[in-house]
T-cell receptor, first 114, second 113 residues
Framework: NAGVTQTPKFQVLKTGQSMTLQCAQD?????MYWYRQDPGMGLRLIYY???????DKGEVPNGYNVSRLNKREFSLRLESAAPSQTSVYFC?????????????FGPGTRLTVL | QQQVKQSPQSLIVQKGGISIINCAYE??????FPWYQQFPGKGPALLIA?????SEKKEGRFTISFNKSAKQFSLHIMDSQPGDSATYFC????????????FGRGTQLTVWP
């Protein structure tokens, strides 16, 4: 099993450009999450999806949109990138209905907005 | 408002020493408290977790101590090794909120050989 995969690994954008970060999991998990990690700020939840077809805002949703394409895939879109969105983005998945609340994280996408 | 407060921000320990990282929370509805370990360039990975029905959980050299009345929990790393050098995050969650984890800001641990 690959677990949680993310593409791309690195990306540089100019202010105003758009892009989509892709995430996929092969653990048959119902719930998926997008976090951003900034120095000294820990991990902050952007959006999450409790199940296929549902999405909800997290702590820092402004400037982002998400799509839960199917049970495996959860994408994060930046419509008009800003320098403040320079960060490392992590996707995670979990199965809250199972015996554990563990969230499994992908390797991250390092995004720089110039 | 930060839901989980973590200290210290950085920690330097000699090989063989004990590393201690502390966290505090406000929301008494939280009922799951995991610690995640993150190496440079990697995603966080679950290290150990505890639920409030026990005061301590030990897995190898890693121990969580939980104080429900004080709303505090801590990670103890015994016999710290250079390979333990990483960033550690505490987190808290209310199980009924379908996995919404609230993270502390992280502690960068360096273990000197």
């Amino acid at each position: 099993n690959a677990g949680v995969t993310q593409t791309p690994k690195f990306q540089v954008l100019k202010t105003g450009q758009s892009m989509t970060l892709q995430c996929a999991q092969d653990m048959n998990h119902n719930s998926m999450y997008w976090y951003r990690q900034d120095p000294g700020m820990g991990l902050r939840l952007i959006y999450y999806s409790a199940s296929e077809g549902t999405t909800d805002k997290g702590e820092v949703p402004n400037g982002y949109n998400v799509s839960r394409l199917n049970k495996r895939e959860f994408s994060l879109r930046l419509e008009s990138a800003a320098p403040s969105q320079t960060s490392v983005y992590f996707c995670a998945s979990s199965d809250p209905s199972g015996s554990t609340d563990t969230q499994y994280f992908g390797p991250g996408t390092r995004l720089t907005v110039l | 408002q930060q839901q989980v407060k973590q200290s210290p921000q950085s920690l330097i320990v000699q090989k063989g020493g004990i590393s201690i990282i502390n966290c505090a929370y406000e929301n008494t509805a939280f009922d799951y408290f995991p610690w995640y370990q993150q190496f440079p360039g990697k995603g966080p990975a679950l290290l150990i977790a505890i639920r409030p029905d026990v005061s301590e959980k030990k897995e190898g050299r890693f121990t969580i101590s939980f104080n429900k009345s004080a709303k505090q929990f801590s990670l103890h790393i015994m016999d710290s090794q250079p390979g333990d050098s990483a960033t550690y995050f505490c987190a808290a969650m209310k199980s009924s909120t379908l996995g919404r984890l609230y993270f502390g800001r992280g502690t960068q641990l360096t273990v000197w050989p």
